[in-house]
């Protein structure tokens, strides 16, 4: 049963075994794996259950609809915009799809540095497995490389460069170009579409449009989860497990919110978000980017992921729709309009960073979500080799000349050019970044100085609380996360649900 918070007339009071706040890529797992060990939940999620007659493809309506605070979530310092999902299925409804593992260098490295225990490689395995299965992971075939990914493929062949195809899961997908906006098609095999109908035939219970707002706990045990609807109702759910899985940003938030415990100020630190520049390639054919498999190919030429790396950018690519092309654009007015007019001929890379930067989040006035996040000097440094990078591959490929949509706009003509995108170029406001990837602000670990949830998942100080999202991460992953947020849930359930058996 979904249940939406906007039928309530009355405040509600419900009991459950245990409740899931967030029903994004984590929070699906969860619910699932406790739906068949038998625990029905209950679930929170803030935002709408959709279906896939609703995605019309429309940006100025679809992005409202499905991105958090209407697809305007920013840092605080407005620098940098963050893509973030709301609704049942979180973010992996209007995802791209990728599929990668969590590296085996970064397994060993939370291993090694951040005390996470038993969760290494070989203890993943089962739950990589688990999740590649059940989302159908396969790799994108040769005829889904549209003419922009193409063009990167070409790029990295002609540079000797390091890449390879993509995987990702959809089934029965026809190119249509459109997933950042929902894919009307049905043809993701995403956590709306595997992981939830389960749960519910099992008996789990989902309210959306419901937005949890305070943990209840004494300070050792938790106790329950509040929640409110847009139409001011309450919504109380009496457990003694919850589950935070509302992503980096939203399980931070609340756990300040519900001010947990926290002697070492851990909870909402750490943050971790792959920002990413995008350098777009002018072509003399036509690209049309908009069709077919947005992201198939990467380049890993500039990604190392050793400790002590240097290396540290991943590329793939970014085309946007026309209204999120005209908005980095540079120019105005005729200027502008010229380069609009060109749509069809742009190709168009990201470099987006495996970062070390360390944001964090906070709430204004007591209530309202806030991002702090500033790129540190090594990871700007990076910023500009992954720009030179991607601009070099789209030379290699054959474009006429390279944009970087910086103030003033660059263009590049030659790669003796390529060295004026600079320290300068990079620096806060002057070039758009975005990011997709939130991580890391309730990690895991050994100690609780250093990390907010023990290797089991649960909270340090408040037995029943646990975190199944990408909170958990203490590092950044250097690649799309959600096969790792899928298996981390998967992993840590049976801790879950042993709490919830009580
Ligand atoms: C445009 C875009 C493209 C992407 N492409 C890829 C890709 O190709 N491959 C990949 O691996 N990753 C991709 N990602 C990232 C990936 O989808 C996310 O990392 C992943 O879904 C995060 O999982 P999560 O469980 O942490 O949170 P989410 O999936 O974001 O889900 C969190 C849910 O919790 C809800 N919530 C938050 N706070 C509350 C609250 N207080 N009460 C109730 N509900 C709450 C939110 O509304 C949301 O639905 C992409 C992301 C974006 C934005
Ligand atoms: S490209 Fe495929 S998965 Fe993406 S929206 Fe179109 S049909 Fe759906």
Same mark, same amino acid.
């Given at each position: 049963?979904i249940?939406?918070?906007?039928e309530l007339?009355?405040d509600?009071v419900v009991?459950?075994p245990?409740?899931v ?5 984590g929070?699906?797992?969860?619910l699932r ?5 038998g625990?029905?939940?209950v ?8 279906t896939?007659f609703?995605?019309?493809?429309r940006?100025e ?5 499905l991105?958090q605070?209407?697809g ?6 407005l620098a940098i ?5 709301r609704?049942?299925?979180g973010?992996t409804i209007?995802?791209?799809n990728l599929?990668?593992r969590?590296?085996?260098e ?9 005390g996470v ?5 070989r203890?993943?395995?089962?739950a990589?497995q688990t999740i590649?299965?059940?989302?159908s ?6 005829d889904?490389i ?11 062949a002609?540079?000797g460069?390091?890449?390879?195809v993509?995987?990702?899961n959809?089934v ?6 459109f997933?950042e ?5 049905d043809?993701?095999r995403?956590?709306?579409k ?18 949890a707002?305070?943990?209840?706990h004494d300070?050792?045990?938790v106790l329950?989860v ?6 001011g109702? $309450? *919504?109380t759910?009496r /457990? ?5 899985a =509302?992503s @980096? &940003? ?5 756990a300040?919110a519900s ?7 851990q909870?909402?630190e750490?943050l ?12 003399d054919?036509?690209i049309d980017?908009?069709k077919g498999?947005?992201?198939s190919?990467e ?5 190392d992921l050793d400790?002590?790396?240097d290396? $540290? *950018?991943w590329?793939? /690519?970014?085309?946007a729709h026309?209204i =999120?092309t @005209? &908005? ?5 007015g005729?200027?502008?309009?010229k380069?609009m007019?060109g ?15 360390a ?6 006035d ?6 702090h996040y500033?790129?540190?000097?090594g990871?700007r440094?990076q ?5 030179r990078?991607c601009?070099?591959i789209?030379l290699?490929?054959g474009?006429?000349?390279v944009?970087?949509p910086?103030?003033p706009?660059?263009t ?5 050019e ?12 002057n070039i ?10 309730m990690?895991?670990g050994?100690e609780p100085k250093t990390?907010?949830?023990r290797?089991?998942g649960?909270?340090?100080h408040v037995?029943g609380?646990f975190?199944?999202d990408?909170?958990?991460?203490p590092?950044?992953?250097g690649g ?6 899928y298996?981390?849930a ?9 709490a919830a058996r009580?």
């Amino acid at each position: 049963m979904i249940r939406s918070g906007n039928e309530l007339t009355e405040d509600l009071v419900v009991e459950a075994p245990a409740c899931v706040v967030g029903l994004g890529a984590g929070g699906s797992v969860v619910l699932r794996a406790l739906a068949r060990a038998g625990l029905p939940a209950v679930a929170l999620e803030e935002g709408s259950d959709h279906t896939p007659f609703q995605f019309n493809q429309r940006e100025e309506q679809m992005i409202p609809e499905l991105f958090q605070e209407r697809g305007g979530r920013m840092t605080d310092d407005l620098a940098i915009q963050v893509l973030q999902g709301r609704g049942v299925g979180g973010s992996t409804i209007h995802n791209t799809n990728l599929c990668k593992r969590t590296p085996t260098e970064i397994l060993e490295l939370w291993a090694r540095r951040y005390g996470v225990e038993g969760c290494g490689p070989r203890d993943m395995e089962a739950a990589f497995q688990t999740i590649e299965r059940d989302l159908s992971v396969s790799r994108i075939p040769d005829d889904g490389i549209n003419p922009n990914n193409d063009a990167l493929r070409r790029g990295i062949a002609a540079l000797g460069w390091r890449g390879g195809v993509l995987s990702h899961n959809r089934v029965g997908c026809i190119g249509s170009g459109f997933c950042e906006l929902g894919c009307a098609y049905d043809a993701k095999r995403n956590a709306r579409k595997v992981l939830i109908p389960e749960a519910l035939d099992r008996g789990a219970r989902i309210f959306s449009d419901v937005r949890a707002t305070r943990i209840l706990h004494d300070r050792k045990q938790v106790l329950g989860v509040e929640g409110r609807t847009a139409g001011g109702r $309450r *919504v109380t759910v009496r /457990t003694k497990v919850v589950v935070l899985a =509302g992503s @980096a &940003v939203g399980s931070a938030a609340l756990a300040i919110a519900s001010e947990l415990p926290d002697p070492h100020l851990q909870q909402g630190e750490h943050l971790r978000i792959h920002p990413g520049g995008v350098v777009a390639g002018v072509f003399d054919q036509p690209i049309d980017g908009w069709k077919g498999i947005p992201q198939s190919y990467e380049c890993t030429e500039w990604l190392d992921l050793d400790e002590k790396s240097d290396k $540290r *950018v991943w590329i793939t /690519t970014a085309f946007a729709h026309p209204i =999120g092309t @005209a &908005v980095v654009l540079p120019g105005f007015g005729a200027a502008h309009m010229k380069s609009m007019r060109g749509y069809r001929h742009l190709a168009v890379l990201t470099a987006m960073l495996h970062d070390e930067s360390a944001g964090h989040v906070w709430l204004k006035d007591g209530t309202r979500t806030m991002l702090h996040y500033e790129m540190n000097e090594g990871d700007r440094r990076q910023m500009v080799i992954g720009l030179r990078a991607c601009a070099r591959i789209l030379l290699a490929a054959g474009a006429r000349e390279v944009v970087v949509p910086a103030v003033p706009p660059l263009t590049i003509r030659r790669e003796a050019e390529i060295e004026r995108i600079d320290a300068n170029v990079v620096r806060p406001h002057n070039i758009p970044l975005t990011a997709v990837h939130p991580m890391g602000t309730m990690r895991m670990g050994r100690e609780p100085k250093t990390s907010v949830v023990r290797s089991t998942g649960e909270h340090h100080h408040v037995r029943g609380v646990f975190v199944a999202d990408g909170s958990l991460f203490p590092t950044s992953l250097g690649g799309p996360p959600q096969i790792s947020i899928y298996a981390f849930a998967e992993h840590l359930s049976p801790h879950i649900v042993a709490a919830a058996r009580g």
